[in-house]
């Protein structure tokens, strides 16, 4: 395994840095004040489309798709540190790049499962940042942490479907310019194979029988960066039988299908989150004092910051490797990796960012830091793309069936 960073990406690397400190950094506190003149919180502030604009001219789009045709062709292990570096400011440069959850999950599945004519309605418009998206699978009713446990009915009526149940958290559904959602529900419920009975269509949000209950919190944020995540009523919902993705009974092997890139991409943000939150823990520790030293001086202090840098390196490693294999063997032979890396980064960055909150003392859960926020979006990773628990229960069985 080599993990050197080849030319292309050690080129990419230098724009991204030099966009950060450039345009996104100074861009967060603009869009707070700007959101706060908005009619609507759920109104993109200026200084985004601004970004998104700048990010296009400079060649920093679509950096997430590895398909060459649609995105910037890069591999896992050469996207690995640049989603690191926007997972620096993960509510802000990943929505000016393009390469911002859900869409991203959204756009692989168009790109991989689509037809042309779905590809040519919604992947294209998606790819330029002209609408947003939504991926509707969650429901409030059941143990989602089992996708088998869906309740949403797709049921087949002449050339149409008539969709019918409640979702939630259903992410990027309150942004204004959301008008498509992939919706996961069961085609076949009563089918011999648990698996074989779930499908995937398309239901673009204007569609009679689509009602956006309510915005839902995270920790009392609403993630306005993301387009939000919403309770969503499917009522009769009709649509052609043509925006079906793939095939009847596809459903689950195409969640997880998009969910693989997205846990790993997810991963190497949280890197990027944990470094920003060291930074900020050596910022703060060299420029306060307490009980007559400054507080870089203090024993625990430097054992917290110590023990930061060797777990972010730790995790940084195994993250490359995981996507080293993505790259090599593919998501199946990754996928004691990937589960790996879905358990261990997201606890590692929670813990990481709590010490870093505790040094800042009251600024820690302000708004005047990012650290509230960032803990907010770490922590919910825990939960995120299947429970921790869920990877652990999988994993634990894989390898124990080395000894069965």
């Known amino acids: 395994m080599d993990f050197a960073f080849d030319a292309r990406t050690e080129e990419l690397r230098a724009r991204l840095l030099a966009f950060m400190d450039e345009y996104v950094y100074p861009a967060e506190q603009v869009v707070h004040e700007q959101r706060a003149r908005l009619a609507s919180p759920w109104e993109t502030p200026p200084v985004v489309e601004e970004l998104k604009a700048e990010a296009r001219r400079q060649g920093l789009w679509n950096l997430f798709l590895p398909d060459a045709e649609y995105g910037a062709g890069l591999t896992n292990l050469q996207y690995a540190p640049l989603a690191e570096i926007t997972g620096r400011s993960p509510q802000l440069a990943p929505t000016v790049t393009n390469c911002a959850a859900p869409d991203t999950g959204n756009m692989e599945v168009l790109a991989q499962f689509g037809n042309e004519a779905q590809k040519k309605q919604w992947l294209e418009p998606l790819l330029a940042g002209e609408i947003r998206s939504a991926f509707a699978m969650t429901e409030p009713e059941v143990a989602s942490s089992d996708a088998t446990n869906i309740t949403t009915r797709i049921e087949r009526d002449g050339d149409e479907y008539v969709i019918t149940g409640r979702k939630w958290y259903i992410s990027g559904a309150m942004h204004p310019d959301c008008t498509i959602f992939i919706v996961m529900g069961k085609t076949d419920p009563d089918g011999p194979d648990i698996r074989r009975q779930q499908s995937m269509v398309l239901v673009p949000r204007d569609t009679p029988g689509v009602r956006v209950e309510r915005a839902m919190r995270v920790f009392g944020y609403e993630d306005h960066y993301h387009g939000g995540h919403a309770e969503v009523v499917f009522d009769q919902v009709r649509v052609p039988v043509s925006n079906l993705i793939g095939e009847e009974g596809g459903g689950f092997a195409i969640a997880q299908a998009r969910l693989g ?119 919910t990773l825990m939960l995120a793309d299947g429970p921790d628990e869920v990877h652990q229960r999988s994993l634990a069985r894989r390898e124990l069936k080395k000894y069965l």
């Open 261 to 379: 890139p997205g846990r790993i991409h997810h991963c190497m943000r949280l890197i990027g989150m944990a470094e920003r939150a060291i930074e900020l823990m050596c910022r703060r520790a060299v420029s306060r004092t307490a009980f007559g030293k400054p507080l870089a001086q203090q024993g625990v202090i430097r054992n917290w910051i110590a023990d930061a840098r060797v777990t972010v390196e730790q995790l940084r490693l195994l993250v490359l490797k995981t996507a080293w294999l993505m790259d090599t063997v593919g998501n199946k032979g990754a996928h004691t990796e990937i589960q790996a890396i879905k358990i261990a980064t997201p606890r590692a960055v929670v813990d990481i960012l709590d010490r870093a909150i505790q040094l800042h003392g009251a600024g820690g859960v302000s708004q005047d830091f990012p650290l509230a926020e960032l803990y907010a979006g770490a922590r």
